[in-house]
């Protein structure tokens, strides 16, 4: 029976305030650590057994729609926690993969030490739906944003990276005497290019300004290495982890230097998790491993073997078109399903073999392996997602399968 099952920290001595900033492990004061990674190898044996588009609990759901395999999502989010355990590092998983209150619960109860977003309005769906410990990981700047993130903080403490002196005196213009104090982490290039201070010399500055203002409680750094996480080689993606954290380690020990210190160093992701648990990350803020998709699905472990996560999330699809000898035209397009990231070749209900590929805004077209029948009209699908999080953002709402029926899971914060 796969039952819809709450992953709770078993052992009552790991209870935390949840709006704790604090990037301290709740995972090490576990009794019954061992048994949690030996129950972890066994994993996702029964991932997709039971998932078919032709189930009971599906057929009332109007194509397309996002499906989730309930049982590879809690598998996964149990072995990413055991992952941590054994390591003895803290989790801060991000819900920009997920955007679903369940989810982030889930994630909470198997012992993150908080919830990572991308932006404001995530972050206040988040707080609304009782969701705290948050880490806000690009810089908030223009508009109303400000404001909103100094009435966010006067609700719940809430944490937010800076990367440049202008933000940080845009945040600090918001606050209102008596406030509570903002906390900060620095955000650091570390290789992407993409935000994070450009230099040490340039971290360094902006955290002693931060670390020096009273309205600001300096909490540590972000470094953030998208570019390393879908490098499929495993050596090559080892080396590119070893040379962006560089710049995290020298930065670290420049702050230590000058008694500034740096509780939280926070980054890394699905990709290049285990290459990041010996420091200088204090926290892994992973996202994609709830779900996983094909991109990720190419990425291989130092033995050659996939990512230790099982693909659960799936985009539920009907055949509208079946005029032509080896293929058939289904109503997942580029509305349904994101497009930066590599088809997707993972398919229930089908052949093995199919390949798929966009056939536009409303549809795709799905070539068949030599000599498979052709489903006929209104025959359902389950599609692999290409890039989880920005599939996901297509969407409002998830369909959780379980072996007692579908449950049906808000998708928060898309916009705004």
């Not at 209870?15 to 650590?33: H, N």
């Not at 590879?72 to 955007?99: F, G, Q, V, W, Y």
């Not at 369909?399 to 914060?413: E, L, N, Q, S």
Request: glycine share 10%; net charge negative; proline share 6%.
């Amino acid at each position: 029976m796969h039952t819809v099952l709450s992953l709770r920290c078993r052992n009552a001595c790991c209870a935390r305030p949840l709006d704790s900033i604090d990037s301290v492990s709740t995972y090490e004061c576990r009794t019954d650590l061992r048994a949690a990674i030996e129950d972890a190898q066994t994993f996702g044996k029964n991932s997709m057994a039971h998932l078919r588009p032709d189930l009971p609990a599906l057929a009332g759901v109007t194509t397309p729609a996002l499906v989730i395999d309930h049982t590879a999502l809690t598998d996964n989010i149990a072995r990413m926690a055991a992952i941590a355990a054994e390591h003895h590092i803290s989790l801060r998983p991000h819900a920009k993969t997920h955007k679903c209150l369940e989810i982030a619960r889930m994630q909470l109860d198997a012992g993150a030490v908080g919830i990572a977003c991308a932006t404001i309005r995530e972050a206040e769906a988040l707080v609304q739906g009782g969701i705290t410990g948050l880490l806000i990981t690009s810089p908030l700047v223009g508009g109303d944003k400000p404001a909103r993130l100094a009435r966010l903080n006067r609700h719940t403490r809430v944490v937010v990276v800076v990367d440049h002196p202008a933000q940080l005196d845009a945040l600090c213009a918001a606050l209102s005497p008596g406030d509570p104090r903002l906390g900060i982490l620095v955000d650091v290039d570390i290789g992407q290019g993409r935000t994070g201070a450009a230099t040490v010399q340039d971290g360094h500055a902006l955290a002693r300004m931060a670390a020096g203002d009273p309205r600001i409680a300096f909490r540590g750094l972000q470094g953030y290495a998208g570019h390393v996480q879908h490098i499929v080689d495993p050596a090559a993606r080892r080396s590119a982890t070893r040379t962006a954290v560089e710049t995290l380690r020298t930065l670290v020990a420049l702050l230590e230097t000058d008694g500034v210190q740096c509780p939280i160093v926070s980054g890394s992701g699905t990709g290049a998790h285990a290459y990041d648990m010996g420091g200088p990350y204090t926290e892994l803020q992973v996202g994609s491993y709830v779900f996983m998709d094909a991109d990720y699905g190419r990425v291989r472990q130092d033995d050659g073997s996939a990512l230790p996560f099982a693909p659960a999330l799936f985009v539920l699809a009907t055949v509208v078109s079946a005029n032509h000898d080896g293929q058939i035209t289904v109503d997942v397009g580029t509305k349904a399903l994101a497009v930066n990231g590599p088809s997707p070749t993972r398919f229930i209900g089908l052949t093995p073999g199919a390949t798929y590929a966009f056939g536009g805004d409303e549809h795709g077209i799905i070539a068949l392996p030599e000599g498979a029948p052709r489903p006929a009209l209104g025959t359902r699908i389950l599609i692999e997602a290409t890039h989880c999080d920005p599939t996901v953002n297509l969407h409002a709402e998830f369909h959780a399968v379980h072996d007692d029926g579908a449950t049906t899971m808000a998708i928060v914060g898309r916009y705004g």
